[in-house]
């Protein structure tokens, strides 16, 4: 409270009762004077609150990694002259510069289960789309055998 606003609980002699109510969802302050006439003037919040955005979490569902993200689209609405062929989870880089507007690819969806995944070998495989490592075995004759070969060889989770 500031120091030129009155305490409510301070009556001044002229001001018989105070009264706070709301109408509408706004706030109204009604005083009595020594005349009984009442008077209604309405009460402008003036102090606003710093607004704070919560960013959606991203979770893997093979790892469990949990990070927050900034989009999830195919062009990344920060930084304008990059684009990708696939949608990303993308975050901004914490430790560069906001003026250098460099991001972070977390993750992208599976395309055969709709799972959320990251981009960890172990959980995901790029083959001109994103399939998460249990999909990516459970298929892995529909894959180039170079793929295959990738596919074998990395650790399962």
Known sequence: MSVKQ???????????????????????????????K?????????????????????????????ERYDCFNNHVSFNRKVGTKVDYYLARDPFSPRSKRQFLILGSVCSMCDNDICVKPECSIFYSKFFCSICARKYISNFPT????????TKII
Do not use: G, M, W, Y
């Open 38 to 66: 009442a008077e209604e003037t309405k009460i402008v919040n003036t102090e606003t609150e710093p607004v704070v955005e919560e960013r959606p979490i991203f979770v893997c569902k093979n790892c469990n990694l949990t």
């Open 146 to 153: 170079s793929i295959q070969e990738k596919i074998k060889t």
């Open 6 to 36: 009155e305490h409510s609980l301070i009556v001044k002699p002229e001001t018989k009762l105070k009264i706070k109510k709301s109408k509408n969802d706004e706030d109204f302050e009604r005083t009595e004077t020594p005349d009984n």
